[in-house]
């Protein structure tokens, strides 16, 4: 039973070209993330998602575009995919506290490999 | 990183011997969490410390916050091969967000 399912696990396109990953976490959690990981594994959080409800918008362009049908999942949407765009892309689910705040651990999924061409 | 930076960037060692790790942080904390993140995979919760918290301690693991000086250190005693990995420190907000830096990669030979 995997916590944090992220598809797909590999994703190679050209450049223009527009992209989703999806993500589903089965834990019951309130908030789900979006992170990128460059090729220096410097991990840098995109979005989050409380209760179907965007609460952090961190500085990324306005081509990504995080879509939540409903509490356990959470959509990457890409638009006009550039070469910087290629990464890893994680999705993490974690149970805020009543003040929203990361009090709990995260749980991370498996990462998709993003690699425009 | 605005964030703060974990410390070394590569760290390698022999099985059996202890491997320290630290991770320093810039901006107020709720907590602060380790993770490790074996390779191609995604990364996996070890450790929470709370700000009101110095020291903790689970299984080979032990973690230390020194909010005087934002810092925070991971310790693994006795190292073996599987340990091997990238460890990445999250700086807790009180916002809900958890910052990463780049991790510290760890090599534990046999």
């Known amino acids: 039973d995997t916590a944090v399912s992220q598809t797909p696990k590999y994703l190679v396109t050209q450049m223009g070209n527009d992209k989703s990953i999806k993500c589903e976490q089965n834990?019951?959690?309130?908030?789900m993330y979006w992170y990128k990981q460059d090729s220096k594994k410097f991990l840098k959080i995109m979005f989050s998602?409380?209760?179907?409800?965007?609460?952090i918008n961190e500085t990324v362009p306005n081509r990504f575009s995080p879509k939540s049908p409903d509490k356990a999942h959470l959509n990457l949407h890409i638009n006009s995919l550039e070469l910087g765009d290629s990464a890893v892309y994680f999705c993490?689910?974690?149970?805020?506290?009543?003040?929203?705040?990361?009090?709990?651990?995260?749980?991370f999924g498996s990462g998709t490999r993003l690699t425009v061409v | 990183s605005q964030q703060g930076e974990e410390d070394p960037q590569a760290l390698s060692i022999q099985e059996g011997e202890n491997a320290t790790m630290n991770c320093s942080y810039k901006?107020?904390?709720?907590?602060l969490q380790w993770y490790r993140q074996n390779s191609g995979r995604g990364l996996v919760h070890l450790i929470l410390?709370?700000?009101?918290?110095r020291e903790k301690h689970s299984g080979r693991l032990r973690v230390t916050l020194d909010t005087s000086k934002k810092s925070s250190s991971l310790l693994i005693t006795a190292s073996r091969a599987a340990d091997t990995a990238s460890y990445f420190c999250?700086?807790?907000?009180?916002?809900?967000?958890?910052?990463f830096g780049r991790g510290t990669q760890l090599t534990v030979w046999p």
């Open positions: 998602y409380n209760n179907k409800e965007l609460i």
């Open positions: 999250g700086r807790g907000s009180t916002l809900g967000r958890l910052y």
């Open positions: 410390i709370r700000s009101n918290e």
């Open positions: 993490a689910s974690s149970q805020a506290n009543n003040w929203g705040a990361a009090d709990y651990g995260y749980t």
């Open positions: 901006t107020s904390i709720n907590n």
């Open positions: 834990l019951g959690h309130d908030t």
